[in-house]
């Protein structure tokens, strides 16, 4: 089998103080096969410059800079897949981890002989600002699927890896993530790679150091503060909107009988009060990874906190 091309796709805004570190790995992998698309939402911190001059060092076209969407992560994300041509695999990247040289060679070894959609994610080194490591990240246990997906994000986007048949699947997907106004571009593409299908793996050797730092997009979700912070937002109807918005992004999408009724019943645990939502929730298996976030996500059905 002929090894893929990989499109990296990297969005930045006002990155510079991190960026050279993680284009130093991006050029140390293993894998050879690859091309990144670097699409800046108007940077003035010197980002765009690191970037010219990073593709200076590197072969002719292999590194390519585009003018970011300006909307937001998750609206360039999105951009950026239009930039993967068709039968090419993609990967998604944050402006300030530092790769594993093995990642995407682990990646492509993980879904090689996948004749369907697939979709790779890892585990990650948790650092300081300075990449101290801290911590892994969580390891889950249950398994992934569309009725995990619908109500939980656990494919890191700074660790995802598709193959051409879902880079397809995302593409054709994009349009209705923008209507919907999706809150994250990993948590979606979950979804979408899960509604169709996909064979979902989630590597449980790290892929990458995850670096915190004070502007950092997404922060970790493990911590007493993080948690709590995420049971507010559970609790305060702001995570009912984001169920809400995935649900309208996938709604118009073509997708299996199973996926439909899962739909359905999303629809109707996010618009019934009480007792009514909750049975919708187990009428449509809906769960998260632990038993004590499923409890979080039954009593916030219950006290009508999702209804959008």
Known sequence: MTSPHVVILLATYQ???????????????????????????????????????FAQDRPPGQIRLIDGPRQGATANFLSLLDQVPPGAWAAFCDQDDLWF?????????????QTWAAHYAARTIITDADLRPLVPSRQFHRPLGFRNALVQACMAGNTSVFNARAVALLQAAVPHARRAGVISHDWWAYQVTAAHGAQLIHDPQPALLYRQHARSEVGRNDTAPALAARFRKLMGGEFGTWLRAGHDSLAPLDLPQDSRLALAQLDQMLSRPGLAAVAALRRGGFYRQTRAATAALVLSALTGALRA
């Open 15 to 53: 990155g510079a103080a991190h960026l050279r570190t993680q284009l130093a790995s991006i050029a140390g992998q293993s894998f050879g096969r690859w091309s990144l698309v670097v699409s800046d939402d108007n940077s003035t911190d010197g980002t765009r410059e690191m970037v010219a001059d």
């Open 101 to 113: 040289p093995d990642k995407l060679a682990r990646a492509v070894a993980a879904m090689a002989h």
